[in-house]
């Protein structure tokens, strides 16, 4: 008779308790994928755990990013218009629990069926993720607040579609801290709360994120245009604009992000993300010292995570196009550093290296 030693046996049910666990949210994840499908609404961007990523790739007209670490996922919508936007909306949050509660349906039948105990460890942990994922809470995936499903259930069954809408774009208005103090935004209301806006702006982020540039960047100018946006809206969206060539890196638009992201300069002087956007745009326009100045002080360990990490990664570019190839790796070693950013990270890197390639050819 063969024996597994107990150190063996348990690090088996340590590995299989954390592959069941990614299997689990990522099949939770795609119970919201296909009910938003059938429900009518777009889903844009899926994306499964916490950490380095594993994979990024595109799937039935959607990015999937797969991350090391199972804890949580989240499955990004945009919405076209409000016509039954509430019953799309609850069925869109119930889709990820029913897929536990099916699971659990299964293991519950395999265990009265075999009477294996392994089989338990499973159910426990079906009954974890459905409890937590309907328990009405705000919690925390990858550094970022996210409501859970239950919640997000209550508040569309207790408002009408148009307070739903609303609801869930109450992120945005977080997002202007970024761009004004928070004492400033504080009374004002997104977009003064205009639907239309807030459904293109919706339309506008989803392009963006599949790659649509062409699409998504008139959707963000006819916004830029509405006469009742404040100035830190306006560099809300001007950002958004210059990110199409610093964080997407679609560089034929590398004049326009010029113009717009010296506007959002203009309009909110004081944000350092418009800082760190102006200086990469500037390091991509062959500006070097001038993109250095307002990058580096982006890189010091109070700064967001997400600064010091496009920031350094610009740095290393502008570094390698002054000839200071000896400092291109710390730059590139600090970005990686920060845990954000992998994507604009990996281009950089690549753009490098084919850089590289071509001098030693």
Known sequence: MTFISLP??????????????????????????????????????????????LFRGRWFDAIFELRLFP???VTYTAY????????????FFIGGCSVNFLFLTILVSLYFTTRQFFILIFIGIELILL??????RTLK???????????????????????????LFAAYQKSLLRYEHQDNIAAKKFLNNDLELLMKLSQAEAELSLGHFDEAVPLFLEILQDAKLSS??????????????VIHGCKRYLKEAEKWSAEAIRLASSSKTLQGTRGAVLIEAGRYAEGKQLLLPLTTPENEALDQAISSCY????????????????????AKATGVAGHTLERIETELSDFVTKSQS
């Not at 299997?23 to 609404?41: L, N, R, T, Y």
């Not at 740095?315 to 600090?334: I, Q």
């Open 232 to 245: 830190p809206e306006k560099a809300f969206i001007l950002d958004y604009l210059s990110c199409v060539v």
């Open 71 to 73: 804890s949580g996922g």
């Open 141 to 167: 995936i990858d550094g970022r607040a996210y409501t859970s499903d239950g919640k997000n259930i209550l508040s569309a069954l207790k408002t009408d579609y148009e307070q739903v809408f609303k609801m």
């Open 8 to 53: 063996a046996t348990a690090l088996l049910i340590y590995i299989s308790i954390n592959l069941w666990l990614y299997w689990s949210v990522f099949c939770h994840e795609m119970g919201h994928f296909i009910f938003a499908k059938i429900s009518g609404i777009k889903p844009y961007r899926v994306k499964v755990g916490s950490g380095p990523q």
């Open 315 to 334: 740095l290393a570019k502008a570094e390698y196009f002054l000839g200071n190839e000896s400092n291109v790796k710390d730059w590139l070693l600090k």
């Open 80 to 91: 076209s218009h409000l016509e039954g936007l509430k019953t799309k909306l609850i069925l």
């Open 131 to 136: 409890v937590s994922n309907l328990t009405p």
